[in-house]
C-alpha cells in the first residue's frame, strides 16, 4: 500500500486530512521527556501516600480537604508533564483520532442488537448442551472401561 493510498478513504477515496503522526511525534522525544516522566512518577507516586504520610509532616495535612487538594494537585501536575512530553502528545492525537474514528463508525439499531444478542445466547445454550452431552456419554464410556 503507498503512501498515497494511506491518505485516501477506502470506500469514497476522498483524502483524508493528515495530523501530525503520532509515530513519528514519539521517535522525536528528548532527555527532557525522561525528566518529565520521573517526576510525574515521583509525584504519582508521592500522591498514593500523601493520605498516610502528610499528616505526620505537616499540622494542616490534618484535614481531610487539605490532602485531597493536594492528591488531586499531585495529578494534574504529573498528568500536565506527562501531556508535555512527546508521548503526551502523540497519545492526545491518538484520542482525537479515535473520536474521530467513532464517529464513522455505523452503529446497530436497538432491533439489531436485540435480534443479535439472542442468537448469541441460542449458540451458546446449544453449544452447552452438545459439550453437557459429550462430558456425560464420555464420563460414562470411561466409567465403563474402568469399572
Not at 503512501?3 to 485516501?8: G, I, P, Y
Not at 507516586?45 to 495535612?61: F, M
Request: proline share 3%.
Amino acid at each position: 500500500m503507498s503512501t498515497d493510498e494511506k491518505t485516501r478513504d477506502a470506500l469514497s477515496g476522498a483524502a483524508i486530512p493528515q495530523q501530525n503522526d503520532p509515530a513519528q511525534i514519539v521517535k522525536t522525544g528528548s532527555a527532557l521527556d525522561i525528566v518529565f516522566w520521573i517526576i510525574a512518577l515521583a509525584l504519582l507516586v508521592g500522591a498514593t501516600l500523601i493520605n498516610q504520610y502528610l499528616p505526620a509532616y505537616w499540622a494542616s495535612g490534618s484535614n481531610v480537604w487539605v490532602r485531597i487538594g493536594a492528591i488531586v494537585a499531585c495529578i494534574v501536575i504529573a498528568l500536565g508533564l506527562l501531556y508535555a512530553t512527546h508521548q503526551g502528545k502523540a497519545f492526545a492525537i491518538l484520542l482525537k483520532d479515535s473520536r474521530t474514528e467513532l464517529r464513522r463508525v455505523t452503529w446497530p439499531t436497538k432491533q439489531e442488537t436485540v435480534s443479535t444478542t439472542w442468537q448469541v445466547l441460542l449458540v451458546v445454550v446449544v453449544a452447552s448442551l452438545i459439550l453437557w452431552g459429550f462430558d456425560t456419554i464420555f464420563g460414562w464410556l470411561i466409567q465403563s472401561i474402568i469399572g
